[in-house]
């Protein structure tokens, strides 16, 4: 085991006043501070009722305690789960007591951590305990759910034997070059076994790249000319008066952001000045705020009154985002037109005409960005995945085509066999089976206490 060598203790449970307050202990001496605080342990797995004394034998509460003698426990540890009363004054004095008794209070995430440690979860499935508790929808949390049960983990512990298996393929190539008079770096079975595990990580990285827009959403900037109706469009997505609204060119002078969700994706809306040359150094200075969060977005609202359709400006806007960040046209204003709502294409890029100020066609924009987010009707990500999963994968994936060019042009298996162990790394650091000390410190970091 690699678990720690002290004992932690800490609330499991909300803070807060509650029915119920759940305080867990984990290490080598949990069952002996338990014995301290309330004179005996159960049975593994079995509650008792006890009362949890101070050092002069009084009660500072009385409740349910159970026992998980290690390894058959959460951490790997032995673990005590004490379930009392839910004041906040009470599990201080609780907690208290337990620190005297010998433990110390647990960091953020430090349960989780030596569970990992134990190797009672992978990385990933960690990490997937932080993102059940923060899940924001029912799809969030049952995907969150899913990569806690490895659904994730598995597949990259499939692809991780695939490299393994033809790394060793590899390097018996090299080393015995000349068995049975056959080339095997030049036979083409090494480039179709490598084309194939391509083919799956891509695969895979498409259904992680959904799981972690479910989980970080998607950053959406709307941009378009004065008075189009980019702040009224804002404020019925976000269902309140986030932005003001008048008929004065030139009212957003800033980049306003809002956070909402759309049948659980998360999304950061953009209002922003708009597109125009102008004297006024306020406006001036937001106009050049809304091209900077070209950088950062998503995806790009281009928002158009439907009446004058798409105009130099709107297409000198479009040739200035070229192929940066993907667009969506808005058609707005269409109550005050003979145009019909839902999505069309224009131009090859899809169109939603709608009417802001009525919210006709709304409906059809919530649907399109979730289907932009890959989260289409009836369809949820297998998993959730977070932004360095995303980069791991990217990383393995670059590491591979390397190594089919050095296949490919130069013969070299040696090169091949490098890039092979490289991907490998990449991902390992997902599972965790390659990692450091700085990336735990980073992931446990942002959990809860009692985690």
Do not use: W
């Not at 080598?28 to 949890?52: D, K, N, S, V």
């Not at 799809?139 to 060793?168: H, K, N, Y």
């Not at 993907?326 to 839902?342: F, Q, T």
């Not at 590491?399 to 490919?408: E, F, N, P, V």
């Amino acid at each position: 085991m690699n678990g720690g060598a002290d004992t932690i203790a800490a609330l499991a449970s909300a803070a807060g006043r509650a029915g119920v307050a759940m305080v867990r202990l984990s290490g080598p001496q949990a069952g002996a501070i338990a014995r301290g605080l309330t004179g005996r342990l159960p049975q593994p797995r079995q509650a008792r009722l006890a009362a949890f004394a101070d050092a002069d034998g009084q009660a500072i509460d009385h409740g349910l305690m159970l026992y998980f003698a290690a390894p058959a426990s959460f951490t790997g540890e032995d673990v005590v789960e004490l379930h009392g009363h839910g004041s906040p004054v009470l599990v201080e004095r609780l907690l208290a007591r337990l620190v005297a008794l010998g433990a110390r209070l647990a960091r953020p995430g430090e349960f989780s951590e030596r569970a990992f440690l134990n190797d009672k979860l992978s990385l990933d499935q960690a990490e997937a305990i932080a993102d059940a508790i923060d899940a924001g929808s029912a799809a969030a949390a049952s995907a969150a759910m899913r990569s806690l049960e490895g659904a994730f983990s598995q597949r990259i512990d499939a692809l991780v034997e695939a490299l393994t298996a033809l790394r060793v393929y590899t390097e018996a190539a090299i080393d015995f070059p000349d068995e049975d008079d056959v080339d095997f770096l030049g036979d083409g079975a090494i480039a179709a076994r490598l084309d194939e595990i391509r083919g799956q990580l891509a695969d895979l990285t498409s259904e992680a790249a959904q799981g972690a827009r479910l989980r970080d959403g998607l950053r959406v900037v709307i941009l378009g000319r004065p008075n189009v109706g980019k702040s009224s469009l804002l404020n019925r997505l976000a269902r309140r008066d986030t932005a003001i609204v008048t008929e004065i060119a030139g009212t957003t002078r800033d980049v306003l952001a809002e956070q909402l969700s759309i049948d659980g994706l998360p999304l950061t809306l953009i209002d922003t000045a708009g597109l125009r040359e102008t004297d006024d150094p306020i406006e001036a200075e937001g106009v050049r705020r809304a091209r900077a969060e070209l950088t950062r977005a998503d995806r790009v609202l281009l928002v158009f009154d439907a009446r004058t359709g798409l105009g130099e400006a709107e297409h000198e806007l479009l040739a200035e985002i070229g192929s940066r960040v993907p667009v969506s046209l808005i058609a707005n204003k269409i109550d005050l037109c003979s145009e019909a709502p839902g999505l069309a294409e224009r131009d090859g890029r899809p169109m939603v005409r709608l009417s802001a100020v009525d919210g006709v066609g709304m409906d059809a924009l919530a649907s399109h960005l979730k289907a932009c987010a890959g989260l289409t009707e009836g369809a949820e990500p297998a998993f959730v995945a977070r932004t360095r999963h995303l980069e791991a994968l990217a990383r393995a994936a670059a590491s591979l085509d390397t190594g089919r060019r050095r296949l490919l042009e130069d013969a070299a298996g040696d090169l091949l066999a490098e890039e092979l162990r490289q991907a490998q790394n990449a991902l390992g650091e997902i599972t965790g089976t390659v990692t450091s000390d700085d990336l735990l410190g980073e992931i446990f970091s942002s959990f809860c206490i009692g985690k």
